[in-house]
């Protein structure tokens, strides 16, 4: 059976009066109940309800009394004796109505609802609402067996056919469990502890009644128990996009209970407040200091917060502007909204929901808006810098000792720093060095100009310096002891009550990493309060009736106003410490240019810088001098210093220069011959680099230094001449040797010029460099050289050579290296002659080395040799040919010889038609 009413929630909700007011004809529940009043309540709400949407009510009673009931309707103030006199309210028992002739027929009690439900609405009534006790059934009346097959019927015979609604009473503590489990069995719907729920366990009256009944309810459970699963996995993607949709809300979001615990922080609540979830949630608000301010920026009280105000009074609060002020000092401005939620009660709010947005820009742009009217309204003062400057007592600048701001600065750029924030606040200022010596003195006007002169006055003395000392001029105590030097010392800013009462801020002035002194101002609003007026009078020996004129002469600052000139004071200290860091540079850059120019003279190095827009070049007398010239005769036009280049190198130098000018190189290195004033010309070494560009990349200025290498060039040359005999010399003496060895071995004569043809075809295409290639070619031509204390007899041995012969051979590589091992040449050519029969997988000769042991000089000497002996004829054997080579070095490429090498050489062959030559 489908139920006509539909859209129940389980359970409803926790206003019973409302969950009882939207029950619908049709609709059949039982009343589970403990507690008399919780039955009160309900069946007081159920019969009211009904009266007041035109339904005839019917109650039966049975343990209690008509007059009982009608006690409790009065005890809730219902009068319901007028329903009783119309006939819309029916009080009967149940001997009149369940157990009427003396025992229940469920049939029978059917019949006298259908009849009472046609009754009403013949008599104008929309509907019958009836309910009954059922206590009746614990007597033993005749047919109360048959209670549950009642109940089972009515949800067949009555509720889906006439518009009539029942609950049914059951107290459960009175009847045995198996009836109630019979109970929840036959009712669509159940009330219980001011809750009703659409009942998960009905079942159907046919499935009820049915014989097979035990067997169907287990079926069911079952089904039961997959609706269930169906249901917790819909709670829970609900529950996943409620989150979801939680936490991409633009706005902050809390749920908070009335205890003050934090339930749910969405994830823009996380970013506006800049408190994490795990540090909030399940704690009390009351756990986290919020630092929540008004919009004047006195703190926000506690008992105003509109969560607070939502859960003591029920009502939602709508746009309330709040500050946090965060540690860093920054305030996130925030609009709040607050909306109750009730308890089944209905009277106290349980819990309230807070939304809110981030303001800050929307804040920001109105403070701004307040400065440019604040600032448009105040009448400005064209001499705003003599009025700060009548210092009675004189300039304490006089007495400073240190000076490095005050030298650095300067008196008067200092004043019109200050000027920028002091004309906001119209209070006192001052600047000091990191020892106390004031940069600029106590600047000051109105309330505190005149203070600061009378506490001058207090000191007795015409002496700035004995003033300072006396501890009696209260106005600088307070300004340096109490804000500025603490300032300095924690390197932090100070805000303090100064004694004038008002407050001082201090900043430290930071350059080159340190604290090189600090800054200050008073702010605020002097003082009304006349006892206030009057301690002040006293402490600094003034009028009274004065000093209240000069509060009352002071126009207030707003607060935005005094945020605005902080920031100003901050800045203020930041462009000073910059223009301390550019002077102390600059006095470092003279002294580095002094000792430089020291330096290149010392040194004798000519100095030139050329300025690309004038094309004039500025030298140093060294530059001049070192070719002969004085410098008054050297042009300074560029076109005239390259005239001076010798007309060889003139092509040479240009290019490398215009690579320089072009970007394409950072700077230049170029030897090059100029004339000297005597006609002859003198090698220069040019090192130069461009260091200013114009926006388009062009070169605007380059400088560089021209260094005396005559000599060494001389030198030079003279050196490589002597290399190049040496060379000739020792090329001689390899080929001499070279030649012996093939005199002893008739059958090998040409072999190390052979294999020196190929190593350095080998060596060649694979890039290495020329004076590799050279050592590589004389190693090869004499690889063999070893051979020479083998006796002929052996080497010219047509048969297999014998062990021991053998082992004569294997020693040629060692006897080689030591014929050249003492013998100095750029590139290891001993070596290469010692390692030239080794192979890569160690099975070579003498010393069995392997893999990167082996240097590639000896292993492209190693191939070449293969080659070529492979395809040459031998007392032994006769030639192979040049495929059969090849064939080997393929085949044991990586194993015995080098796979790049074996590559290269097969190319040579295969792809350039490589050939010997005789």
């Given at each position: 059976?489908?139920?006509?009413?539909?859209?129940?929630?389980?359970?409803?909700?926790?206003?019973?009066?409302?969950?009882?007011?939207?029950?619908?004809?049709?609709?059949?529940?039982?009343?589970?109940?403990?507690?008399?009043?919780?039955?009160?309540?309900?069946?007081?709400?159920?019969?009211?309800?009904?009266?007041?949407?035109?339904?005839?009510?019917?109650?039966?009673?049975?343990?209690?009394?008509?007059?009982?009931?009608?006690?409790?309707?009065?005890?809730?103030?219902?009068?319901?004796?007028?329903?009783?006199?119309?006939?819309?309210?029916?009080?009967?028992?149940?001997?009149?109505?369940?157990?009427?002739?003396?025992?229940?027929?469920?049939?029978?009690?059917?019949?006298?609802?259908?009849?009472?439900?046609?009754?009403?609405?013949?008599?104008?009534?929309?509907?019958?609402?009836?309910?009954?006790?059922?206590?009746?059934?614990?007597?033993?009346?005749?047919?109360?067996?048959?209670?549950?097959?009642?109940?089972?019927?009515?949800?067949?015979?009555?509720?889906?056919?006439?518009?009539?609604?029942?609950?049914?009473?059951?107290?459960?503590?009175?009847?045995?469990?198996?009836?109630?489990?019979?109970?929840?069995?036959?009712?669509?719907?159940?009330?219980?502890?001011?809750?009703?729920?659409?009942?998960?366990?009905?079942?159907?009256?046919?499935?009820?009644?049915?014989?097979?009944?035990?067997?169907?309810?287990?079926?069911h459970w079952l089904d039961n128990l997959e609706r269930e699963n169906q249901l917790i996995e819909a709670i829970e993607n609900k529950e996943e996009e409620y989150r979801t949709v939680f936490n991409t809300l633009n706005e902050g979001?809390?749920?908070?209970?009335?205890?003050?615990?934090?339930?749910?922080?969405?994830?823009?609540?996380?970013?506006?407040?800049?408190?994490?979830?795990?540090?909030?949630?399940?704690?009390?608000?009351?756990?986290?200091?919020?630092?929540?301010?008004?919009?004047?920026?006195?703190?926000?009280?506690?008992?105003?917060?509109?969560?607070?105000?939502?859960?003591?009074?029920?009502?939602?609060?709508?746009?309330?502007?709040?500050?946090?002020?965060?540690?860093?000092?920054?305030?996130?401005?925030?609009?709040?909204?607050?909306?109750?939620?009730?308890?089944?009660?209905?009277?106290?709010?349980?819990?309230?929901?807070?939304?809110?947005?981030?303001?800050?820009?929307?804040?920001?742009?109105?403070?701004?808006?307040?400065?440019?009217?604040?600032?448009?309204?105040?009448?400005?003062?064209?001499?705003?810098?003599?009025?700060?400057?009548?210092?009675?007592?004189?300039?304490?600048?006089?007495?400073?000792?240190?000076?490095?701001?005050?030298?650095?600065?300067?008196?008067?750029?200092?004043?019109?720093?200050?000027?920028?924030?002091?004309?906001?606040?119209?209070?006192?200022?001052?600047?000091?060095?990191?020892?106390?010596?004031?940069?600029?003195?106590?600047?000051?006007?109105?309330?505190?100009?005149?203070?600061?002169?009378?506490?001058?006055?207090?000191?007795?003395?015409?002496?700035?310096?004995?003033?300072?000392?006396?501890?009696?001029?209260?106005?600088?105590?307070?300004?340096?002891?109490?804000?500025?030097?603490?300032?300095?010392?924690?390197?932090?800013?100070?805000?303090?009550?100064?004694?004038?009462?008002?407050?001082?801020?201090?900043?430290?002035?930071?350059?080159?990493?340190?604290?090189?002194?600090?800054?200050?101002?008073?702010?605020?609003?002097?003082?009304?309060?006349?006892?206030?007026?009057?301690?002040?009078?006293?402490?600094?020996?003034?009028?009274?009736?004065?000093?209240?004129?000069?509060?009352?002469?002071?126009?207030?600052?707003?607060?935005?106003?005094?945020?605005?000139?902080?920031?100003?004071?901050?800045?203020?200290?930041?462009?000073?410490?910059?223009?301390?860091?550019?002077?102390?540079?600059?006095?470092?850059?003279?002294?580095?240019?002094?000792?430089?120019?020291?330096?290149?003279?010392?040194?004798?190095?000519?100095?030139?810088?050329?300025?690309?827009?004038?094309?004039?070049?500025?030298?140093?007398?060294?530059?001049?001098?070192?070719?002969?010239?004085?410098?008054?005769?050297?042009?300074?036009?560029?076109?005239?210093?390259?005239?001076?280049?010798?007309?060889?190198?003139?092509?040479?130098?240009?290019?490398?220069?215009?690579?320089?000018?072009?970007?394409?190189?950072?700077?230049?290195?170029?030897?090059?011959?100029?004339?000297?004033?005597?006609?002859?010309?003198?090698?220069?070494?040019?090192?130069?680099?461009?260091?200013?560009?114009?926006?388009?990349?062009?070169?605007?200025?380059?400088?560089?230094?021209?260094?005396?290498?005559?000599?060494?060039?001389?030198?030079?040359?003279?050196?490589?001449?002597?290399?190049?005999?040496?060379?000739?010399?020792?090329?001689?003496?390899?080929?001499?040797?070279?030649?012996?060895?093939?005199?002893?071995?008739?059958?090998?004569?040409?072999?190390?010029?052979?294999?020196?043809?190929?190593?350095?075809?080998?060596?060649?295409?694979?890039?290495?460099?020329?004076?590799?290639?050279?050592?590589?070619?004389?190693?090869?031509?004499?690889?063999?050289?070893?051979?020479?204390?083998?006796?002929?007899?052996?080497?010219?041995?047509?048969?297999?050579?014998?062990?021991?012969?053998?082992?004569?051979?294997?020693?040629?590589?060692?006897?080689?290296?030591?014929?050249?091992?003492?013998?100095?040449?750029?590139?290891?050519?001993?070596?290469?002659?010692?390692?030239?029969?080794?192979?890569?997988?160690?099975?070579?000769?003498?010393?069995?080395?392997?893999?990167?042991?082996?240097?590639?000089?000896?292993?492209?000497?190693?191939?070449?040799?293969?080659?070529?002996?492979?395809?040459?004829?031998?007392?032994?054997?006769?030639?192979?040919?040049?495929?059969?080579?090849?064939?080997?070095?393929?085949?044991?490429?990586?194993?015995?010889?080098?796979?790049?090498?074996?590559?290269?050489?097969?190319?040579?062959?295969?792809?350039?038609?490589?050939?010997?030559?005789?």
């Open positions: 059976m489908v139920l006509k009413n539909v859209g129940y929630h389980e359970p409803y909700g926790y206003d019973l009066r409302k969950l009882l007011s939207n029950l619908k004809p049709h609709d059949h529940l039982c009343l589970l109940y403990e507690d008399k009043k919780v039955w009160a309540d309900t069946v007081v709400h159920y019969i009211h309800e009904g009266l007041k949407q035109n339904q005839k009510c019917f109650y039966v009673v049975d343990e209690n009394t008509a007059q009982e009931i009608r006690g409790i309707f009065s005890d809730k103030d219902i009068d319901i004796s007028e329903y009783e006199n119309t006939g819309q309210f029916t009080i009967a028992k149940e001997r009149d109505t369940y157990t009427r002739g003396g025992h229940f027929d469920p049939d029978s009690m059917i019949k006298l609802l259908i009849s009472e439900t046609e009754k009403a609405l013949d008599e104008g009534y929309d509907a019958l609402r009836v309910t009954g006790e059922m206590t009746w059934a614990l007597r033993g009346i005749k047919g109360s067996e048959k209670i549950l097959e009642y109940e089972a019927k009515l949800n067949r015979d009555l509720f889906p056919n006439y518009p009539c609604t029942a609950i049914c009473q059951y107290d459960i503590r009175r009847f045995d469990p198996e009836i109630i489990k019979g109970v929840i069995l036959t009712h669509p719907l159940i009330i219980k502890d001011r809750k009703i729920y659409r009942n998960f366990y009905y079942i159907e009256p046919e499935d009820f009644l049915n014989q097979k009944k035990d067997e169907i309810q287990v079926k979001v809390i749920l908070q209970k009335n205890t003050g615990e934090i339930l749910s922080f969405n994830n823009n609540a996380e970013k506006i407040l800049g408190v994490k979830k795990e540090d909030i949630v399940g704690k009390s608000s009351t756990d986290y200091d919020w630092q929540m301010i008004e919009e004047d920026g006195s703190d926000f009280p506690p008992e105003k917060h509109p969560s607070i105000r939502t859960l003591e009074t029920g009502e939602p609060c709508k746009d309330i502007v709040m500050g946090q002020k965060k540690k860093d000092g920054s305030i996130t401005w925030i609009n709040v909204n607050t909306n109750p939620i009730f308890g089944e009660n209905g009277e106290k709010p349980k819990a309230v929901v807070i939304s809110f947005s981030d303001i800050t820009k929307r804040k920001k742009a109105e403070q701004k808006l307040d400065q440019i009217k604040w600032m448009l309204s105040v009448k400005k003062d064209k001499a705003s810098r003599e009025k700060y400057e009548a210092q009675p007592y004189g300039s304490l600048t006089e007495l400073n000792k240190s000076g490095l701001i005050l030298k650095s600065v300067g008196e008067n750029i200092l004043k019109d720093i200050a000027l920028d924030y002091l004309n906001l606040l119209e209070t006192s200022t001052a600047i000091y060095e990191k020892n106390g010596d004031y940069a600029l003195g106590i600047f000051s006007s109105s309330w505190c100009s005149f203070l600061d002169s009378a506490s001058r006055k207090l000191c007795k003395t015409e002496d700035n310096e004995k003033a300072l000392k006396s501890g009696k001029w209260l106005c600088h105590e307070c300004c340096w002891k109490e804000a500025a030097k603490p300032a300095i010392e924690k390197e932090k800013p100070t805000d303090i009550p100064c004694e004038g009462g008002l407050r001082l801020y201090a900043v430290p002035i930071w350059a080159n990493g340190k604290v090189i002194g600090a800054m200050n101002f008073g702010y605020g609003n002097p003082p009304k309060d006349e006892d206030k007026l009057k301690e002040i009078a006293e402490k600094y020996s003034v009028d009274i009736d004065k000093l209240k004129e000069k509060s009352k002469e002071y126009k207030p600052r707003p607060p935005f106003i005094v945020e605005f000139a902080k920031e100003q004071l901050h800045r203020s200290a930041r462009l000073i410490g910059t223009i301390v860091e550019r002077s102390q540079a600059m006095e470092e850059l003279k002294a580095i240019n002094t000792r430089l120019q020291m330096a290149y003279e010392g040194a004798g190095l000519g100095i030139w810088d050329q300025n690309f827009r004038t094309n004039k070049v500025v030298r140093t007398g060294k530059w001049a001098e070192m070719l002969g010239y004085k410098p008054e005769e050297i042009d300074e036009m560029v076109d005239a210093w390259k005239e001076l280049i010798h007309p060889e190198d003139k092509k040479r130098v240009e290019e490398v220069v215009q690579k320089t000018n072009a970007g394409v190189t950072d700077e230049f290195k170029v030897a090059h011959r100029l004339k000297c004033k005597s006609g002859e010309y003198k090698w220069v070494l040019n090192w130069g680099r461009v260091i200013e560009r114009d926006s388009n990349g062009n070169p605007v200025r380059s400088t560089g230094i021209h260094i005396d290498i005559d000599e060494l060039r001389k030198t030079q040359e003279a050196l490589k001449e002597s290399m190049n005999q040496l060379k000739k010399i020792s090329e001689s003496a390899i080929n001499a040797l070279a030649s012996a060895v093939d005199l002893r071995d008739p059958y090998t004569a040409g072999h190390q010029r052979k294999v020196a043809q190929l190593a350095v075809a080998i060596a060649k295409k694979m890039d290495l460099d020329p004076e590799r290639i050279d050592s590589l070619r004389l190693a090869a031509l004499v690889h063999d050289a070893g051979k020479i204390q083998v006796p002929s007899e052996i080497l010219n041995k047509p048969g297999k050579l014998s062990d021991l012969e053998m082992s004569l051979i294997k020693e040629h590589p060692t006897v080689g290296w030591k014929l050249f091992k003492n013998i100095e040449f750029t590139y290891p050519l001993a070596e290469m002659i010692y390692q030239h029969h080794e192979r890569l997988d160690g099975s070579g000769y003498p010393r069995g080395l392997s893999g990167d042991e082996i240097i590639l000089e000896a292993r492209i000497i190693a191939v070449a040799d293969v080659v070529e002996a492979m395809s040459s004829h031998r007392p032994y054997r006769q030639a192979l040919g040049i495929d059969a080579a090849l064939e080997e070095i393929e085949k044991n490429a990586g194993k015995l010889y080098d796979p790049e090498v074996v590559k290269t050489c097969i190319e040579l062959f295969k792809e350039e038609g490589f050939e010997f030559k005789d």
